[in-house]
């Protein structure tokens, strides 16, 4: 099963936004992912609101929201009228996951949770059940182009093993650092949703770059 390609609007070139959108539109990505940060909870500030409501009207396919933010249950509702459709907070962000969760899904979207690169996956052995989509974080979150880290792929497979045994239904996405050298070895490790950034913006043929990551496949990765 291919895996699915979100690229990161985060690193798109906003002087020529149209023409980014439209080049995911037209390519074999499967979402947009759009990082919101705060200036709190990470030491940056994205884009809010109006961004979004942009992105959502020329956009043909999900958008896949990361909020990187304190207190995300005050603005649930406000990202769903944006154009949510994916919706997925920090654990380390929320006092009530549970009840954010749920809150979630009664609004129509999909419900994600990431974890930060500190955080075991063992914090959400009692969670899994109630979200949609669990969000690795394979760099510390706050910028874009950031190096992955090593040992995020480990982390893939306790969470993969956790899934099965759970006999829960949440995709693994990662997001940090994924290229086209570590898309088959994440793939094969359990990954089923890839967060692309520079590694699809900054390259000579962003399309053709989705589709070769799109052909990561679960075989043993080449040493």
């Given at each position: ?120 996956v063992s914090c959400l052995e009692e969670i899994l059940k109630y979200t949609d989509l669990v969000l690795v974080m394979s760099v510390n979150p706050g910028f ?63 399309a053709a770059t989705i589709s070769k990551m799109k052909k990561s496949n679960h075989s043993l990765p080449s040493t």
């Open positions: 099963m291919k895996p699915l390609i979100a690229p990161s609007i985060l690193s798109a070139d906003f002087g020529h936004l149209n023409r980014d959108i439209d080049t995911v539109n037209n390519s074999e990505a499967d979402w947009f992912h759009i990082d919101v940060m705060d200036g709190v909870f990470v030491p940056n500030i994205s884009f809010g609101f109006p961004v979004i409501k942009h992105i959502k009207k020329r956009a043909a396919k999900p958008l896949d929201v990361h909020l990187m933010i304190i207190d995300p249950d005050r603005y649930i509702e406000e990202f769903r009228d944006a154009g949510a459709d994916i919706l997925t907070v920090h654990y380390e962000a929320s006092v009530h996951l549970h009840r954010t969760l749920e809150h979630i899904r009664a609004l129509g979207m999909k419900a994600g949770v990431s974890i930060n690169p500190h955080t075991p874009g182009g950031q190096s992955f880290i090593e040992g995020s792929t480990a982390k893939i497979e306790k969470l993969k093993d956790m899934i099965i045994e759970k006999q829960a239904n949440a995709l693994i996405e990662v997001d940090g650092g994924v290229n086209l050298h570590n898309a088959p070895e994440l793939v094969y490790a359990g990954a089923d949703v890839l967060v692309a950034g520079n590694s699809v913006f900054k390259s000579d043929d962003p």
